[in-house]
Nanobody
Framework: QVQLVESGGGLVQSGRSLRLACAAS????????MGWFRQAPGKERELVSA????????YYADSVKGRFTITRDNAKNTVYMQMNSLKPEDTAVYLC???????????????????WGQGTQVTVSS
């Protein structure tokens, strides 16, 4: 089993930055890919960014390209997402997810991920 714990969320003004962290524990050797999803009230869960554990491949939603950066630290079993130039439309609960297998064509779908964190709230005020 794998446990994921997110941190780093909060309330910030538009244009500011946050860095989210997702710490994995347990059978972390089984993880091949990780992603950050977000879910706003009344909206579907959306993949924001993803990374293979090797770090060789990354994905970003069009809405965050150039603003968000996903990285991982294998030694700490932690994935990060640096969020710059935050906008009110970025407001959501952000959830970390981990996958035991990676399929590039399906990585945007929550069903492709096997483990989930509890979520951390990001609120961007205007």
């Amino acid at each position: 089993q794998v446990q994921l714990v997110e941190s780093g969320g909060g309330l910030v003004q538009s244009g500011r930055s946050l860095r989210l962290a997702c710490a994995a524990s347990g059978r972390t050797f089984s993880i091949l890919g990780m992603g950050w999803f977000r879910q706003a009230p009344g909206k579907e869960r959306e993949l924001v960014s993803a990374i293979t554990w090797s770090g060789l491949s990354t994905y970003y939603a069009d809405s965050v390209k150039g603003r968000f950066t996903i990285t991982r630290d294998n030694a700490k079993n932690t994935v990060y997402m640096q969020m710059n130039s935050l906008k009110p439309e970025d407001t959501a609960v952000y959830l970390c997810a981990a996958a035991r297998e990676i399929y590039y064509n399906s990585r945007r779908h929550p069903s492709s991920y096997d483990y989930w964190g509890q979520g951390t709230q990001v609120t961007v005020s205007s």
